[in-house]
């Protein structure tokens, strides 16, 4: 099973995104700031894997605090969870991790400073372990959504990379129809201008000998006009309470173009990335990042000096173009304002 991040006595593991698909290469944080920076730079990347990352640094950072009294620790716990929050505001799964953390801290701190360390080390394990089993359940779920015979069309990289490894969460979906004996090819857009799709998904897909063709962003529309794409699965960043789902950039202008054309639209996403507590997709902050990422490939500069770029990481699709929200405790359909709430109240699997 491909391993995104793990956690080892020595540190918190993770596989550098940066340098694949050329090189496999894992470095081992032994600091809560590596963890952190690894978020922010996207070494480690995906709103599941995100959260996981957060949780395992926060562990990190008060395992190997030096506070010798619970309100030194607390103090540096407030300051631990504050640099993991100011790393990336769009997945919710970051600030997800971190109230857990923070209500495992309040539950355990009567039993002293070793009894919340231990907490939080085995909170952080936890984290890990039902990221795994959510996103099988995702799978699960979501594969009965695939035809028989199907061509699927993916955005960015929701596979094992953008969560604790495994299945995935679109991805998942995908895997798990092939294993159901589905046939399936995946049409994979290049995700300009981090490449997630070209470098992470084909990557990903290809491991697995998933018939995968890699198309550029600008070609969906042809694709959808000419070619037969039976649906599209993504990921989601976040998701409000009435459906709106912020998802890698490019997603919006995606499923405006499956409604013209009457493709199915499906986003899979573990209940960690779903925001009930924001009434729609308005309220959902847009990381904005460097520029420099737009007007450069792999460090080599593709447009003119000094020309103003911009780059907002993630777009906003509203609900009413989604055909369904497959989650770990099922698949919510339109409305979602119902249906979502009614998910959240059912049972959730947990990790064994
Ligand atoms: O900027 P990234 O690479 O973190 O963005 C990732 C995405 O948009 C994914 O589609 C999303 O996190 C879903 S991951 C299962």
Redesign the pocket.
């Given at each position: 099973m491909l391993k995104t991040i793990e956690w080892t006595d020595q540190g918190v593991v993770i596989l550098d995104q940066l340098q694949l698909p050329a090189r496999e290469v894992y470095h081992t944080c032994t600091r809560y700031e590596e963890v952190a920076d690894a978020i922010r730079r996207?070494v480690i990347?995906?709103?599941?894997a995100?959260g996981v990352a957060a949780a395992m640094g926060i562990a990190l950072g008060v395992r190997d605090s030096a506070a010798r009294d619970l309100p030194a620790l607390e103090q540096e716990f407030n300051r631990i969870l504050e640099v993991m929050a100011k790393t990336r505001p769009t997945?919710v799964n970051l600030f997800w991790a971190i109230e857990r953390m923070r209500q495992v801290f309040r539950r355990t701190a009567a039993g002293g400073v070793d009894a919340v360390r231990r907490a939080l080390v085995e909170e952080a394990r936890r984290v890990y372990a039902e990221d795994l089993a959510q996103c099988a359940a995702i799978a699960q779920h979501g594969a009965v959504l695939i035809p028989a015979c199907a061509q699927v069309l993916t955005h960015?990289?929701?596979g094992a990379l953008?969560?604790a490894g495994g299945y995935?969460?679109?991805l998942g979906v995908i895997r798990s129809a092939v294993e159901q004996g589905k046939q399936v090819q995946v049409l994979a857009t290049e995700t300009r201008p981090?490449l997630?799709g070209a470098r992470l998904t084909a990557w990903e897909l290809h491991h697995d000998r998933i018939p995968t063709t890699l198309i550029t962003d600008n070609m969906v529309g042809h694709f959808m006009k000419t070619g037969k794409i039976d649906c599209v699965v993504?990921?989601?960043?976040r998701i409000a309470a009435n459906g709106d789902t912020a998802?890698?950039i490019g997603t919006y202008t995606i499923a405006v173009l499956a409604r013209e054309h009457g493709v199915p639209f499906y986003v899979a996403?573990p209940f960690s990335s779903i925001d009930l507590s924001l009434p729609s997709g308005e309220q959902i902050p847009i990381e904005e990042r460097s520029p420099d990422e737009v007007t450069q490939i792999g460090g080599v500069r593709i447009a003119p000096a000094d020309v103003p770029a911009r780059h907002p990481?993630?777009d906003i699709t509203p609900a009413r173009l989604i055909s369904a929200i497959i989650t770990e405790r099922g698949i919510a359909r339109p409305p979602y304002e119902h249906s979502l709430k009614a998910l959240a109240e059912t049972p959730v699997p947990t990790a064994s």
């Open positions: 996207m990347r995906g709103a599941p995100i997945a960015c990289n929701a953008a969560a995935g969460t679109a981090y997630q993504v990921g989601a960043d998802n890698k996403a990481a993630f």
